[in-house]
């Protein structure tokens, strides 16, 4: 199923702040760190309900209990305190959960590894009904060692996708989508991602479509023809990643959004837009190098979209 234009949407699409725009702040106040002004979750949700977001996507990543290769080493019941003040919170100030996500790595050479990180997503599954994301973000994980011995295929089809249709039928008794993200690593196309997608065949599963990770497989982004990604990503999609840059963070290149709406508006796609931020390490903006968590540059690029898709809905 390719990219086939229909109608022209001019409604609007609600916004939602995803947390890894804050990741330095958040995880300097998590882990009691001192590289950057510490920034705790539910003070997040409020400065995005501030700044004017319709939602938030709550990065697992930033609550407390999250380990990045195991289960919490806390007892459940104290995560589960936390997502629910998160929920709690969301709801009194009429702000939307629309998503949250783990990292993962379901393509590692070691069995066991891979049993642990589909075990730790079935964990993040409930958190997120508990929390009431709808959709819980997943990745392949990155490029194992033995893909050349392999090739794509057999790493796809005997680790990626088994491991896919295992959380996709455990998320659906929850009630919770399982968006699966392209991010420059196994899938790094459209043409790749959506093969994975239609090789699981889960009504769960849809894709996150990341504005600024499709590039060649094991290539560069540059020059790449990221719109055409985009579009043919569309009709399997059930979230974005909307980033400023489609090549990379500290890139010159700027997403062209009357474009992005524009071909956003011709798909059935009418879901949230979680916009996310990110820097390179070292770079003098850098959250890490700043007095304040970066919500001016947050706040610039919401306007930049929400002015990019008023005007595109007169087109």
């Known amino acids: 199923m390719d990219f086939n234009p229909g109608p022209f949407y001019t409604g609007s699409f609600p916004i939602s702040l995803n947390f890894y725009s804050l990741d330095a702040n958040l995880k300097a106040w ?55 003040a998160i929920r709690r919170l969301a709801e009194d100030l009429h702000m939307a959960i629309s998503g949250t996500g783990v990292g993962n790595d379901f393509v590692h050479p070691d069995e066991q590894v891979r049993l642990t990180h589909i075990s730790r ?11 009431g994301a ?58 790749q991602i959506i093969h994975t997608i239609q090789w699981a065949d889960c009504p769960n599963l849809g894709i996150i479509n990341d504005t600024g990770s499709f590039r060649p497989f094991r290539g560069s982004a540059v020059n790449y023809d990221w719109y055409h990604d985009i579009a043919k990503a569309l009709p399997y999609s059930i979230g974005f990643q909307v980033k400023e840059h489609p090549d990379g963070p500290g890139s010159e290149e700027w997403l062209d959004l009357p474009r992005f709406f524009s071909i956003l508006r011709q798909s059935a796609y009418r879901g949230y837009l979680p916009i996310e931020l990110l820097w390179r390490q070292g770079e003098a903006e850098h959250p890490g190098q700043r007095v304040a968590p970066p919500f001016e540059d947050i706040a610039r690029f919401l306007s930049r979209v929400r002015r990019a898709m008023n005007e595109s809905a007169n087109l």
């Open 30 to 84: 998590l882990k009691g760190l001192d590289d950057a002004p510490k920034l705790d979750t539910l003070s997040a949700i409020r400065l995005a309900q501030a700044a004017g977001f319709d939602g938030v996507d709550v990065t697992a990543y930033y609550i407390p209990g999250y380990e990045p290769s195991s289960l919490p080493q806390i007892a459940e019941a104290e995560v589960i305190e936390s997502v629910h």
């Open 121 to 131: 997503t079935k964990y993040w599954t409930r958190m997120a009904k508990e929390m």
């Open 134 to 191: 709808p959709v819980l973000r997943v990745f392949s994980g990155p490029i194992p060692a033995d893909l050349d011995a392999m090739g794509w295929e057999q790493v796809v089809g005997t680790r990626l996708v088994p491991a896919l249709q295992e959380i996709a039928e455990y998320a659906a008794a929850y009630g919770v989508a399982i968006g699966l993200q392209n991010h420059g690593d196994m899938l790094s196309t459209a043409d």
